[in-house]
T-cell receptor
Framework: GESVGLHLPTLSVQEGDNSIINCAYS??????FIWYKQESGKGPQFIID???NMDKRQGQRVTVLLNKTVKHLSLQIAATQPGDSAVYFC??????????WGLGTSLAVNP | DSGVTQTPKHLITATGQRVTLRCSPR?????VYWYQQSLDQGLQFLIQ???????AKGNILERFSAQQFPDLHSELNLSSLELGDSALYFC???????????????FGEGSWLTVV
């Protein structure tokens, strides 16, 4: 069935380094993808999104890359800061208009 | 602040009981989503309402039900509660069904439910 999964459940990086969080999806008909950040005790917060007609989209310190050939999505965080420590979720919006979520990747930033 | 308001923030109840969680979406948002988040299963989509009507259904148990009222607020009713229902329940809202126009979904702070 349709599913979205994350390659790495946990990621630990040094402050100042770049972080890459990966996500795989299985529904090739999906046309919209979103990355969310969830800090401890808070609800998920939108970071960046991308539509399937794009390969790359940049935000403030974040970049999302979409590889439709291998159905892979990644979130790159430049110059990772302690405040980036959180759980990151990717979500896929299929043509049935239902978001499908991954389990999340926990990012720990070491000072 | 996402603009999505959930009450109560914390709730402790006994097994077999029934609780109601309430959600007020962002101003202007027609879609409301309910999610359950637990340590062992991550974020699970339960159900979505759009302008008062059920739009999509996820892993929602028969003991659970939801509705969206004319003023667009929503309630999630959890009955015959079991220990395993202890989780963080999130409400989210969006302008329209996800994916139709690139809109995003905004989450509330969640309601912590503990069943003892």
């Amino acid at each position: 069935g349709e599913s979205v999964g994350l390659h790495l459940p946990t990621l630990s990086v040094q402050e100042g380094d770049n972080s890459i969080i990966n996500c795989a999806y299985s529904n090739s008909a999906s046309d919209y993808f979103i990355w969310y950040k969830q800090e401890s005790g808070k609800g998920p917060q939108f970071i960046i999104d991308i539509r399937s007609n794009m390969d790359k989209r940049q935000g403030q310190r974040v970049t999302v890359l979409l590889n439709k050939t291998v159905k892979h999505l990644s979130l790159q965080i430049a110059a990772t800061q302690p405040g980036d420590s959180a759980v990151y979720f990717c979500a896929e919006a299929g043509n049935n208009r239902k978001l499908i979520w991954g389990l999340g990747t926990s990012l720990a930033v070491n000072p | 602040d996402s603009g999505v308001t959930q009450t109560p923030k914390h709730l402790i109840t006994a097994t077999g009981q029934r609780v109601t969680l309430r959600c007020s979406p962002r101003s202007g948002d027609l879609s409301v989503y309910w999610y359950q988040q637990s340590l062992d299963q991550g974020l699970q989509f339960l159900i979505q309402y759009y302008n008062g009507e059920e739009r999509a259904k996820g892993n929602i148990l028969e003991r659970f039900s939801a509705q969206q009222f004319p003023d667009l607020h929503s309630e999630l009713n959890l009955s015959s509660l079991e220990l395993g229902d202890s989780a963080l329940y999130f409400c989210a809202s969006s302008v329209d069904p996800a994916g139709s126009s690139g809109n995003t979904i905004y989450f509330g702070e969640g309601s912590w439910l503990t069943v003892v």
